[in-house]
T-cell receptor
Framework: GQQVMQIPQYQHVQEGEDFTTYCNSS?????IQWYKQRPGGHPVFLIQ?????EVKKQKRLTFQFGEAKKNSSLHITATQTTDVGTYFC??????????FGTGTKLQVIP | DTAVSQTPKYLVTQMGNDKSIKCEQN?????MYWYKQDSKKFLKIMFS???????INETVPNRFSPKSPDKAHLNLHINSLELGDSAVYFC?????????????FGPGTRLTVT
């Protein structure tokens, strides 16, 4: 079945360092969404990418969708302690078909 | 105002029992979902309902049954609970449209089966 893998599974960074998580799908996606889940919280929507090669920015966060629409990345510049949490991609691959990635847990050391 | 609410927040029960988790959204969304998040934090979609019609039914045990009395509610009923059912269950909702819309998640229900 449809699989969406994320790497790394865990990442510890010093505050101020950059962070990147990668999302890879086994099949071509129609679009991809990114969510953030704080410890003890629920997933919160960050952004949606639809077009091949699309790049979007939100302050220190940069999101990319691969040309083949099978992979995506989230890059955080100069991490802050407020960035702590687990980041999930969610790949959409048909009408109401969605598979969440395995998640990357980010820990920021002050 | 809470957009997506779930009750209860915590549920501790014994194996073999039957339990329900309730979900309500006040966003006017057309689609609601149930997810299971296990101890490794993997999020698995279980069901989604669109206008009171089941449109996704992942390969979950038939002990799990979603029930939607109206567009704003999607409850999850679980029969004969097993140890492996212990997890956090999230309800979510989204608009209906040509492209997928963002999903709004509830706070989660932590189910512990002993």
């Amino acid at each position: 079945g449809q699989q969406v893998m994320q790497i790394p599974q865990y990442q510890h960074v010093q505050e101020g360092e950059d962070f990147t998580t990668y999302c890879n799908s086994s099949t071509t996606l129609s679009n991809i969404q990114w969510y953030k889940q704080r410890p003890g919280g629920h997933p919160v929507f960050l952004i949606q990418l639809v077009k091949s090669g699309e790049v979007k920015k939100q302050k220190r966060l940069t999101f990319q969708f691969g040309e083949a629409k099978k992979n995506s990345s989230l890059h955080i510049t100069a991490t802050q302690t407020t960035d702590v949490g687990t980041y999930f991609c969610a790949g959409h691959w048909g009408y109401q078909k969605v598979t969440f990635g395995t998640g990357t847990k980010l820990q920021v050391i002050p | 105002d809470t957009a997506v609410s779930q009750t209860p927040k915590y549920l501790v029960t014994q194996m073999g029992n039957d339990k329900s988790i309730k979900c309500e959204q006040n966003l006017g969304h057309d689609t609601m979902y149930w997810y299971k998040q296990d101890s490794k934090k993997f999020l698995k979609i279980m069901f989604s309902y669109n206008n009171k019609e089941l449109i996704i039914n992942e390969t979950v045990p038939n002990r799990f049954s979603p029930k939607s009395p109206d567009k704003a509610h999607l409850n999850l009923h679980i029969n004969s609970l097993e140890l492996g059912d212990s997890a956090v269950y999230f309800c979510a909702s989204s608009q209906e449209g040509g492209l997928p819309y963002e999903q709004y998640f509830g706070p989660g229900t932590r189910l512990t089966v002993t």
